[in-house]
């Protein structure tokens, strides 16, 4: 069974860093793309970065673009989330998802990790 696993979380003030990893593990077939979501006390779940692993792609919501970079550790099937710069409304629950078919799109992902909590202070 596929799982993921989230950690790296934190609370931080305004303009700190933190790295999120997710850690894949019980799949045979290739993982065609890594998602990373967050969702904010009382708003909807939100894509906002994933890394296509077929082309080593990325894409980025217009908000973290330029801070959140993905990058990826095939030896150790972990997919990291490098965030600088944070900001108030980064505060959220982050999940990662992974998708083994389709491009990327948030209805490809259908597998999820339980999350990890970022708490940005100002």
């Known amino acids: 069974?596929?799982?993921?696993?989230?950690?790296?979380?934190?609370?931080v003030q305004a303009g700190g860093s933190l790295r999120?990893?997710?850690?894949?593990?019980?799949?045979?077939?290739?993982?065609?793309?890594?998602?990373?979501?967050r969702?904010?006390?009382?708003?909807?779940r939100e894509w906002f970065a994933h890394f296509y692993t077929d082309s080593g792609s990325t894409l980025y919501t217009d908000s973290?673009?330029?801070?959140?970079?993905?990058?990826?550790?095939?030896?150790k099937n972990t997919v990291y989330l490098q965030m600088n710069n944070l900001k108030p409304e980064d505060t959220a629950m982050y999940h990662c998802a992974a998708a083994f078919r389709g491009t990327c799109a948030p209805s490809d992902f259908a597998?999820?990790?339980?999350?990890t909590q970022v708490t940005v202070s100002s």
């Open 1 to 11: 069974q596929v799982q993921l696993v989230e950690s790296g979380g934190g609370s």
């Open 20 to 37: 999120l990893s997710c850690a894949a593990s019980g799949y045979s077939q290739s993982i065609s793309c890594m998602g990373w979501f």
């Open 39 to 44: 969702q904010a006390p009382g708003k909807e």
């Open 64 to 75: 973290v673009k330029g801070r959140f970079t993905i990058s990826q550790d095939n030896g």
């Open 111 to 115: 597998y999820w990790g339980q999350g």
